[in-house]
């Protein structure tokens, strides 16, 4: 089983940019597809980007579409998550999760994920 570690959050202005990683412990996760989850204070856990295994395939919300990279390096066991334009909707708490499922629309469901990062806050002031 694979255990995650997210870091690279903080405070940034609006228009800004972060990059967060997920360090990955354990010898499988390389066979994982991977993503990205978000979750405001009074809000669901919602869906930011997905990866595949093999780093070929993305898949992306719409509202991160085109300001938001997500990438993976399996060699290193680490997975990032680059973050340009932020805005203050973006403010969340940012959790990287590992999936056994497929790169599908439904890679958008939190409760296909099975093993999840401690989390970490982003925050963007305007």
């Known amino acids: 089983q694979v255990q995650l570690v997210e870091s690279g959050g903080g405070l940034v202005q609006a228009g800004g940019s972060l990059r967060l990683s997920c360090e990955a412990s354990?010898?499988?996760?390389?066979?994982?597809?991977m993503g990205w989850f978000r979750q405001a204070p009074g809000k669901e856990r919602e869906f930011v980007a997905a990866?595949?295994?093999?780093?070929?395939?993305?898949l992306y919300a719409d509202s991160v579409k085109g300001r938001f990279t997500i990438s993976r390096d399996s060699d290193k066991n680490m997975m990032y998550l680059q973050m340009n334009s932020l805005k203050p909707e973006d403010t969340a708490v940012y959790y990287c999760?590992?999936?056994?499922?497929?790169?599908?629309?439904?890679?958008?469901?939190?409760?296909?994920?099975?093993?999840w990062g401690q989390g970490t806050q982003v925050t963007v002031s305007s």
């Open positions: 999760a590992a999936t056994g499922v497929p790169l599908t629309m439904r890679s958008m469901n939190p409760g296909l994920y099975y093993t």
């Open positions: 354990g010898r499988s996760f390389s066979s994982y597809n």
């Open positions: 990866i595949t295994w093999s780093g070929d395939s993305t």
